[in-house]
């Protein structure tokens, strides 16, 4: 009460010399310069028996609120995405052997086809009409040779007259035989066992070889196709681990690289990479759209933060975590080196450890030693 009683005498002298204008000055100087002794001496009493208490010091800073996220080890995954496509072992575009025009198309786009099963036919009446006189022919030389072998048997006739016989019936086997294969050709057949994809001529169109009619895909034997550029020649190899979405279907699938080429194209400079499938549960078409992830770096038991956290300025690059000082944290700045990063995510080499709470919200607000409290949603989060 004295103290304070001291105070109050202070402003009422003060404020009885602002009024008493006629006063001595030099005498109203030398009053002032006493009080301010007296006072000065009182705030240093005050100061002393606060710091005594643990209340004093200088003035404390304001306490911000802020997100923590605490530093977790983890596996870090960085993946090289291209544009890829699908494709099958067995996707086949048919062509007709011979040239000719159409008679019949005996499938239909959607059609489930066996290996060697007839798609097609195209025009051989010709080759009929050659088929039937061999055919006529054979028989009459079969006739021949059966009486002139039965007339060996008995000695009669000739050694040659047999073998001549025998001679004309053989060569007209051979003869229809070459014709029947001749005739097997005019027939479209299916190379392989699978779907019809596409049917491109009608009958009574002229065809030919070399010109594709019917496509025919065995969905057994998928695969993604890509274009890589050469720069990750020595990144990617055979065995690699991919992750492959595909954006019209809406999933994803693992699979694994089967076929890096050797070849790069000198037009794209790209070399091409086949990866296969591990679990198709999805009805994968030709030429889907595929986006590919290889994995081409991993590191286990790494720092991961978002990427976004790492503040840069001329010198360095720091992040902001909550540092525990007695029985509060405050904001310490900590320079870190940092990594690859990937999708948001980087790694840190150096000046975090794990367990670090590193300030996620709030640190644009802080400054090196500032105390902070962690927000509700950082206590969730722990």
Known sequence: MKKIFGVSSLALFLS???CNQGNDKEAQLAELKQQQTELQEQIAQLEAELKEEGKGGPAEKKTVPVTVLQVQQDTFRH???VQGRVDFDQNVLVSAKVPGVLTS???KRGDKVSKGQTMATIDAQVLEQNLAEVRTRLELANVAYERQKN?????????MQF?????NKEALERSLATLQQQRDQYNVKAPVSGVIDNVIPNAGEAVAPGVGIIRVVNTNGSKIVAEVSEAYLTKINKGDEALVRFP???QEITATVDVVSSFINPGSRTFTIELRPKNVNVALRPNLVAVVRIQDYRKEDAIIIPVNLVQRDEKSQYVYVAQKQGERYVA???EVETGVNYQGKVEVLKGLTAQDYIITAGYQSVNE???VVFSQESIAQQ
Do not use: F, H
Request: charged residues 30%; hydrophobic residues 40%.
């Open 16 to 18: 009885l010399a602002a």
């Open 79 to 81: 993946y090289l995405e």
């Open 105 to 107: 198309m005996r499938v």
């Open 151 to 159: 007339l060996w048997d008995q000695k009669i006739g000739t050694e």
């Open 163 to 167: 073998l001549t016989a025998k001679n």
């Open 248 to 250: 019209d279907l809406n």
């Open 332 to 334: 310490t700045r900590r």
């Open 369 to 371: 030693g500032q105390p």
